[in-house]
């Protein structure tokens, strides 16, 4: 009896003891994960959480008005007056053209057809009608490459001529307009057509601009204002000029 009193005492004590452990190992642990001490240690070691930093703001746009593209050109030309006196004229076999500048014109015979066979130089013109182009050659080397229009109503005549005249200012009293850099090429019925530049109207506009490249002219073999000068003082007297489609 007194042998068993000691065991049961110590294994008591020994129970109470592990209580005491167990409670105060819980405490430790509730503290220790509640403190910001603690906080600060799981902050240092954790691993960081990436975030989306805000790069936009709210902005005030003025709302999109729609553009409108033209898809097309004229197709026609106009029938009434653009500019003052100006007209879109009809059909007619040649230009009615008078000189206007004191110097006497360079010309040759009048003739129905003068392709210049005495010419002995290397300059010759080509005008395609088909594609609305002129084509300059100094022998074999292309010098110039102009845009032009020639006659509606298929005008201006085919075959081969030559420069026959050479007026800075010529004057096309059919229509009361002058015609700058007038290099004739053939007579037609007592009128001669020629090359020229775009023409210029009594009020100072000049016909058919915007229109180069399709057939507008009453014959003649429109270029624009600055080929026309090149192209006037380059030619010579008995230039050849072939015309074809």
């Not at 003025?62 to 106009?78: H, M, Q």
């Amino acid at each position: 009896m007194s042998t068993l009193l000691p065991t049961r005492r110590v294994r008591l004590l020994a129970s109470l003891w592990l209580l005491l452990l167990c409670t105060g190992a819980g405490l430790i642990v509730f503290f220790t994960g509640t403190s910001p001490a603690s906080a600060a240690i799981d902050m240092l070691f954790a691993s960081p959480t990436p975030t989306q930093e805000n790069l936009w703001a709210y902005v005030d746009l003025p709302k999109p008005t729609a553009t409108v593209v033209p898809t097309s050109i004229p197709t026609e030309i106009p029938a009434t007056p653009v500019s003052p006196a100006s007209e879109t004229p009809t059909a007619q076999p040649a230009m009615a053209m008078e000189i206007v500048d004191d110097t006497a014109p360079q010309a040759a015979q009048e003739s129905e057809n003068a392709p210049g066979a005495s010419y002995s130089g290397s300059k010759y013109i080509l005008v395609d009608i088909s594609d609305q182009h002129m084509y300059v050659y100094d022998g074999d080397a292309l010098i110039y490459s102009f845009v032009v229009s020639t006659g509606i109503g298929n005008s201006t005549r085919v075959g081969s001529f030559a420069v026959q005249s050479k007026i800075p200012s010529a004057y096309g009293s059919t229509w009361n307009i002058w015609m700058p850099n007038w290099l004739g090429i053939y007579w037609s019925h007592g009128l001669e057509n020629g090359i020229h530049a775009l023409p210029i109207l009594p009020g100072g506009g000049i016909l058919w601009e915007g229109y180069l490249g399709r057939p507008v002219s009453y014959g003649c073999v429109v270029l624009g204002t600055y080929e026309s000068q090149l192209l006037y003082d380059w030619a010579e007297i008995g230039t050849p000029v072939e015309i074809q489609w």
